[in-house]
């Protein structure tokens, strides 16, 4: 199956710093979101982002299919950003076939 | 709107003992999904179901059943609970549009099986 790798696992930031994820997958795909889940549990959809660039507030994304990467940029940091951020791919056709990297946990120091 | 909902929050079941997993969306979304979140991972395709009386397996399959009788209600089954199906478990639907594809996840249940 496909392979779903994120960098780098853990990151400490101060609040107002800038960070980017990285989501490398090891084949092509046809949607690729980021999801964020918050330190009690939370799950929430980010982006739909197989192609091109999207941005929202703070957070933005791109992904290179042809280069089968994805970044995600969160700027000016705040704690409410702190959790783990997913990456997830689907291969085929059938969108709900979700698969997940095994995240990068984002910790933001006041 | 209440979203996705789950039940229970907790639970804890002896080796052997089937319990259901409940799942509800009142988003009359078509797609639902569950998950499995062990520790320091990624999450898991269990089930999926495109539409009321359809329904796939994911990555994970063995062990659970699940059926979608209604738009809103999608119930996983652990049919002999055992101890490697200790885990989070996440409900999601999902709402889709020409150019954008969107989950709403549910708040868990952490299971425990002894």
């Known amino acids: 199956g496909i392979q779903v790798e994120q960098s780098p696992p853990d990151l400490i930031l101060q609040e107002g710093a800038n960070s980017t994820l990285r989501c490398n997958f090891s084949?092509?795909?046809?949607?690729l979101q980021w999801f964020h889940q918050n330190p009690w549990g939370q799950l929430i959809n980010l982006f739909y982002i197989p192609s091109g660039t999207k941005q929202n507030g703070r957070l933005s994304a791109t992904t290179v299919a042809t280069e089968r990467y994805s970044l995600l940029y969160i700027s000016s940091s705040q704690t409410t950003d702190s959790g783990v951020y997913f990456c997830?791919?689907?291969?085929?056709?059938?969108?709900?076939?979700?698969?997940f990297g095994t995240g990068t946990r984002l910790t933001i120091i006041p | 709107n209440a979203g996705v909902t789950q039940t229970p929050k907790f639970q804890v079941l002896k080796t052997g003992q089937s319990m259901t997993l409940q799942c509800a969306q009142d988003?009359?979304?078509?797609?639902m999904s569950w998950y499995r979140q062990d520790p320091g991972m990624g999450l898991r395709l269990i089930h999926y179901?495109?539409?009321?009386?359809?329904?796939d397996q994911g990555e994970v399959p063995n062990g659970y059943n699940v059926s979608r009788s209604t738009t809103e209600d999608f119930p996983l089954r652990l049919l002999s609970a055992a101890p490697s199906q200790t885990s989070v478990y996440f409900c999601a639907s999902t709402t889709r549009g020409v150019s954008s594809y969107e989950q709403y996840f549910g708040p868990g249940t952490r299971l425990t099986v002894t």
């Open positions: 997830a791919v689907v291969r085929g056709t059938i969108n709900e076939k979700l698969t």
């Open positions: 084949d092509s795909v046809n949607n």
């Open positions: 179901s495109v539409g009321a009386g359809i329904t």
């Open positions: 988003m009359n979304h078509e797609y």
